[in-house]
């Protein structure tokens, strides 16, 4: 199995590692769905094969699409094969995306003076500070990062000691539990398990487009929504808020009296917009989308002030980054660049499915992300 980090480098310097096989499947398992994209290299460009995705709510007992499940790794190989199968997939080259809600992200700053062949002993011994859980239930993958030697990089190499350090580490620790799951899911459904990628480093290739200021990935899932602050490629700050899309579908229930399915379809609709038949659906929708925005101002301002740097762009991912008149809500809370992502702009694809592939782009930027790390 490739290490999680393995194609981490790449992110710096804007080239993917190369594949043998000319078509790569990346496989995004949500708590809500799933979502396939299978991308072919045709001379020399990077081309849209097929896509997919399918709601995980039908496969629990009486769950409605847009709910978030829990099931179990049987359920999920099913759901996976008849996915596969629904968008016509029929590659075994894949990268199977780890959700970053089950990993620890951070960066060790250490004295020059350590020898490289000694960090196998040191970065685990200074990450026990970082993870809250035994060593022996996580796996740690680390890259040492290129020093940068921009205005900002005196500040974010020193040590807590205060005095300069040469070699700043990115330290992933993954559940091993999860490992072990995802691993059984691909190999259930007879698929090969040699690469696997966290979401956040997915994220970055398929949104990003070379920014040269610190970029926010709000990547608004199903249960919980992910804040990742990125700076040339580095993840400088990751953060976790429990609300999602389906807390949004769960207060349009709740305050205009309707069933979650009612709900769903009408957030799906309409989002901020309220229509006449429903003048506070939107109203419904804001008190969970300021939840989420006040905690990404929080994680916006620990960084700015820590660093004394500025968020240049805020570049909204996932499925709840498709609500209709999301840009024009969050204009009123953040000062930065707003985007919604568009991750199918990385690839070539009909020109007829332009504008379809733009709106339902966030929900993919995951799986074109992990297609990418392996065909580009």
């Known amino acids: 199995m490739d290490s999680i980090l393995a194609s981490i480098k790449s992110v710096f310097s804007g080239l993917l590692g190369g594949a043998k096989d000319n078509r790569v499947v990346g496989i995004d398992i949500g708590t809500s769905s799933i979502k396939v994209v299978e991308l072919k290299k045709e001379g020399g460009r990077v081309v849209l094969d097929t896509y997919g995705a399918l709601a995980l709510g039908q496969y629990n007992e ?3 699409i847009g709910q978030v499940t829990n099931l179990s790794p049987e359920i999920l190989i099913k759901a996976l094969v008849d996915v596969l199968k629904e968008a016509n997939i029929a590659s075994t080259n894949i990268v199977l995306g780890i959700p970053s809600v ?9 004295p020059t003076e350590i020898e490289e062949n000694d960090l196998a002993i040191v970065v685990p011994n200074e990450s026990k ?20 030697e921009d205005s900002g990089n005196e500040s974010r190499m020193l ?3 205060g005095n300069a350090a040469t070699m700043s580490i990115l330290v992933v ?6 490992l072990n799951k995802y691993v059984t899911i691909a ?5 090969p398990v040699d690469s696997l990628e966290i979401e956040v480093f997915s994220h970055i290739r398929s949104v990003l487009t070379r920014e040269l200021y610190p970029v926010m990935i709000v990547d608004i899932g199903a249960s919980k929504t992910k804040l990742t602050i990125v700076e040339h490629g580095i993840v400088e700050t990751f953060r976790l808020v429990n609300k999602g899309s389906q807390d949004m579908t769960l207060g ?5 009296e309707l069933s979650f399915e009612q709900a769903e379809n009408l957030k799906k609709e309409h989002g901020l917009v309220s229509p006449p038949e429903y003048p506070k659906l939107a109203d419904a929708m804001k008190q969970q989308l300021a939840d989420i925005f006040q905690e990404t101002n929080a994680a916006i301002l620990g960084y700015e002030k820590r660093y004394n740097k500025n968020i240049g762009k805020i570049i909204f991912a996932g499925g709840g980054a498709m609500t209709h008149g999301l840009l024009d809500y969050a204009k009123q809370s953040f000062a930065s660049e707003l ?12 020109v007829f499915l332009a504008g379809v592939l733009k709106k339902t782009g966030p929900e993919f930027s995951i799986a074109i992300g992990l297609a990418l790390r392996k065909i580009q």
């Open 62 to 64: 009486g769950g409605k």
């Open 129 to 148: 500070k970082f993870i809250p859980v035994p060593l022996t239930d996580v796996s740690l993958d680390w890259y040492v990062l290129p020093r940068r």
């Open 173 to 178: 620790a993954t559940l091993n539990d999860t």
């Open 339 to 350: 985007a919604i992502a568009d991750p199918f702009s990385k690839v070539e694809a009909p």
């Open 252 to 256: 349009i229930s709740r305050s205009l």
């Open 102 to 110: 089950s990993c620890i992200i951070f960066i060790l700053q250490l």
């Open 159 to 161: 040590s807590e000691s």
């Open 187 to 191: 190999q259930g459904a007879s698929l």
